[in-house]
């Protein structure tokens, strides 16, 4: 019996025609709205959680402190607290995506404060040079730890644990038991502790709304005219809309003047804040627009199928720890520039277990495959706004540690349903 190639042809291109159909077919508001709501009901919460519950704790403390919550004072100091542990998250999920873990990033970030604030004080070094000079001391720290995790096979736990017990001996030996070293260098207390002009503030706002649209827009663009299924325009102008709203209300009360004397003018977008805002936007390129992040995710959900497509697993196991470790410096950096200090525990504590806590409360998964550069920001504003809010009521600091212990639990605990979920309807 003979076999028609014509028909066989025909066949296989049906057939790879249905497979991307999914991908190729129109989509209106309404069926837009209902493959989301699908795709919840499979387990692909993405930051819902964290947005759901960045809105309740709003509400929450404004119910509780209406006079001090959300006075402009108190929202710059908001995002001053968070910016900390929000870099420091945002490098966790580059090691969260391949299911590693990092628990020396927290001391990393003290050792690297400290070579800045030595290079500073005791070399008389200017800023930049100390400023890279850290940032180098955090690469060469996750070359160390991403060279034995992944060449050596030693897990990644048991590294960053000897490597979290190590690094605080090195920023002893660096500043001496009970010692301080202060940081009174302009620049690098500008970036925690003063405001940008009001009219260059009004400018970046702009500029990013606007910039943002156009991206959102050139993209819907061109996956209509090559007939891939695209966002209906609508939920893309409403999406850029929402995002130039809250940046241009957040400008408008940070330009408000926040001083408690009428003596004294204290107003403008702190310059970390645009900082924090050029990490998100490198870090979310890197993840969602190169082969680097699609190899990471690749590698999160499968190593060895990521292996066997021709990835280079090692080598990309190595670089995500050397990018954790140098956001570690820049975290440490606006920690000392916060602080207007460095001292032998800086980084240490808590401050690890809330970065870790960001990322997952943001929505980065624990098991890995997934997550985003805007789960640290999310995540990060949740820790924050719990040490605020309780702040405010004067609440002791061991119910801090209770509540954001919660918080994480109930994250990680949303993680693993919402993972069961997704292997149970083959997502």
Known sequence: MSIDKNDTGAAALKLAESDFAGDRRPLDVRSALTDYWNRIRAGDLGALPALAGLAGLVVLFTALRPETFLSERNIANLFTQAMPVT???????????????DLSAGVASGVCGAVMAKLIVDSGQPWYVAVLSAVA????????????????RIPSFVVTLALFLG???????????GGTVPVRDEAIVALANRNMPV????????????GYAAVLLWRWRRQHQRGLAAQPVQLVAGQAVVVA???LFGTYVLSMDRAPSPAVTLAGVPWGIPLVGVLLIVATFVLGRTAYGRHLYAIGGNAEAARRAGINV???????????????????????SRLNSVTPDAGAGNTLLFAVGAAVIGGTSLFGGRGKARDAILGGLVVAIIANGLGLLGAKAYVNLLITGGVLLLAASIDALARRRRAATGR
Do not use: D
């Open 199 to 210: 009219w260059l503030g009004w400018t970046l706002a702009g500029v990013t709304a606007g």
């Open 87 to 101: 870099i420091l998250a945002m490098g966790l999920v580059f090691v969260l995506l391949l299911g590693e873990i």
């Open 314 to 336: 090692t080598r990309l196991r190595m670089s995500v720890f050397m990018i954790c470790s140098g956001t570690a410096a820049i975290s440490g950096i606006f920690a000392a």
């Open 167 to 177: 690094l605080q001996g090195i920023t002893l030996r660096l500043i001496g038991q």
């Open 137 to 152: 001391a955090g690469i060469v720290i996750g070359a160390g730890t991403g060279w034995l995790v992944a060449v050596v």
């Open 245 to 247: 709203m809250a940046l």
